[in-house]
């Protein structure tokens, strides 16, 4: 039972554009939820984290954008850069700590 | 700041064998640490919660006498997979929760430690 999905495995973007990363989940009890990146043999390394009492939170060029009626966020990266070129994971808690993770989404972007 | 190592980075070892996975939080004290798995293509799964000092909490469908876990300082755990089999093959990622910390959310991963079991 997968309670949070990335239904997309990747995702190219071009350089300077925007990345729309989504995440859906089903279960009404998270109110929290954290995006992270991961590089190849590393550790996640958190980026950004929202709150179920806000819609949005900005964090420089890192937007998450959380619709409670349709259990569904997003994560918006503008400019894109090739370093930004990993993957992103986003996870969401119940309050106690622990983390369900989405399959992650591979983003790619090229020069 | 907030380094978490884990040795080894990759293992591979005989079916049958145990292996000892150590999780080290570098530059913080850590009440409490997680173990997860991931399998190719798939999200990171939560094995189980380990307090400093107590016995860890084994999420639902994790054998606790196959993955041992020993949290016996502020800045190490341990995860050993007992009696390996092919099936345990996989990515083991700890993640630590700073002491200090103001949100429970707050986790820092290792960089995980790939098993592969002959």
């Known amino acids: 039972d997968q309670q949070v999905k990335q239904n997309s495995p990747s995702l190219s973007v071009q350089e300077g554009r925007i990345s729309i990363l989504n995440c859906d989940y089903t279960?009404?009890?998270?109110?929290?939820f954290l995006w992270y990146k991961k590089y190849p043999a590393e550790g996640p390394t958190f980026l950004i984290s929202?709150?179920?009492?806000?819609d949005k939170n900005e964090d420089g060029r890192f937007t998450v954008f959380l619709n409670k009626s349709a259990k569904h966020l997003s994560l918006h990266i503008v400019p894109s850069q090739p370093g930004d070129s990993a993957v992103y994971f986003c996870?969401?808690?119940?309050?106690?700590?622990?983390?369900?993770f989405g399959t992650g989404t591979r983003l790619l972007v090229s020069p | 700041g907030a380094v978490v190592s884990q040795h080894p980075s990759w293992v591979i070892c005989k079916s049958g064998t145990s292996v000892k996975i150590e999780c080290r939080s570098l530059?913080?004290?850590?009440?409490?640490m997680f173990w997860y798995r991931q399998f190719p293509k798939q999200s990171l799964m939560l094995m189980a919660t380990?307090?400093?000092?107590?016995?860890?909490?084994?999420e639902q469908g994790v054998e606790k006498d196959k993955f041992l876990i020993n949290h016996a300082s502020l800045t190490l755990s341990t995860l050993t997979v007992t009696s390996a089999h092919p099936e345990d093959s996989s990515f083991y990622i700890c993640?630590?929760?700073?002491?200090?910390?103001?949100?429970?959310?707050?986790?820092?991963f290792g960089p995980g430690t790939r098993l592969t079991v002959t």
């Open positions: 929202i709150s179920s009492i806000k």
């Open positions: 993640s630590a929760h700073p002491r200090t910390s103001g949100s429970s959310y707050e986790q820092y």
């Open positions: 380990s307090n400093e000092g107590s016995k860890a909490t084994y």
């Open positions: 530059d913080f004290q850590a009440t409490t």
């Open positions: 996870a969401a808690s119940d309050g106690f700590q622990k983390l369900v």
């Open positions: 279960n009404s009890m998270f109110d929290y």
